[in-house]
């Protein structure tokens, strides 16, 4: 597995958090929890043209 960190913000409590994506599982979207204050994130992934492209919207719309 090729590991590469990315960089979010926390749509409820506006805290950088970094996941682990793998890019060669291609486009994603996941739902991770903010460590800080536990409201779900709903991560998607986008890979195009070698770049990673990352969105983040709150889980619970």
Known sequence: MDRKPIHVTCPACWQDCELDIDPTLGD???????????????????????EVQVEVSDGND
């Not at 409201?39 to 890979?47: A, G, H, K, S």
């Open 28 to 50: 994603q979207q996941f739902i991770e929890d903010c460590w800080v204050c536990c409201r779900p994130m709903n991560i998607t992934v986008t890979l195009w043209d070698g």
